[in-house]
């Protein structure tokens, strides 16, 4: 079945360092591929996403390049704030089937918890 | 824009006792999804509607576990006799079915489930 590992945390970094997350996955065909962020006391809020293969999303200065030949989707910032601290989640989307009953449903990594020190 | 909402945000319960949650979902959206995340973990799926028909329901959903969305819009989850395995975070989300694979899950705060 489909599954997602990301790795294991949790990571502690100054401000201004670079960030790297990795994230591989598993999965049938060409799922889509997503990031999403959870800060403490929230709920999960999507991050970016790429739909399809060398696609590249980004948002609030956060990239993730998918990766096909590696089945992969890393996130990284060049400079994280003490605002990043959170936690991080990967996830995936199946394509969706003719009868619809598959699309939709998310398969998410463990997450990873990012804490930033000034 | 409300955005995705759930009540109660916080729940406790006794061993045995059934619990029922609701998901307000964003309103122009067709697909309504719950997950549950426990500690540590990402958020696992339960099951999903569009509009109201429930369209794929997880293994995780026993029968003890039974979810609705009547006229399409709000949708509860009931768990009748709770367990303490029960206890975890119940999310909720919705999207708009038909956008094909730029279609976008927005989650609510949840609902966090103590069963003591």
């Known amino acids: 079945g489909d599954s997602v590992t990301q790795m294991e945390g949790p990571v502690t970094l100054s401000e201004e360092a670079f960030l790297t997350i990795n994230c591989t996955y598993t999965a049938t065909g060409y799922p889509s591929l997503f990031w999403y962020v959870q800060y403490p006391g929230e709920g999960l809020q999507l991050l970016l996403k790429a739909t399809k293969a060398d696609d590249k999303g980004s948002n609030k200065g956060f990239e993730a390049t998918y990766r096909k030949e590696t089945t992969s989707f890393h996130l990284e910032k060049g400079s994280v704030q003490v605002s990043d601290s959170a936690v991080y989640f990967c996830a995936l989307r199946r394509p969706g089937n003719a009868g619809g009953t598959s699309y939709g449903k998310l398969t998410f990594g463990q997450g990873t918890i990012l804490t930033v020190h000034p | 824009d409300t955005g995705v909402s759930q009540d109660p945000r916080h729940k406790i319960t006794k061993r045995g006792q059934n619990v029922t949650f609701r998901c307000d979902p964003i309103s122009e959206h067709n697909r309504l999804y719950w997950y549950r995340q426990t500690l540590g973990q990402g958020p696992e799926f339960l099951t999903y509607f569009q509009n109201e028909a429930q369209l794929e329901k997880s293994r995780l959903l026993s029968d003890r576990f039974s979810a609705e969305r009547p006229k399409g819009s709000f949708s509860t989850l009931e768990i009748q006799r709770t367990e303490q395995g029960d206890s975890a975070m119940y999310l909720c989300?919705?999207?708009?079915?038909?956008?094909?694979?730029?279609?976008?899950?927005?989650f609510g705060p949840g609902t966090r489930l103590l069963v003591l």
């Open positions: 989300a919705s999207s708009l079915a038909g956008t094909g694979s730029q279609e976008t899950q927005y």
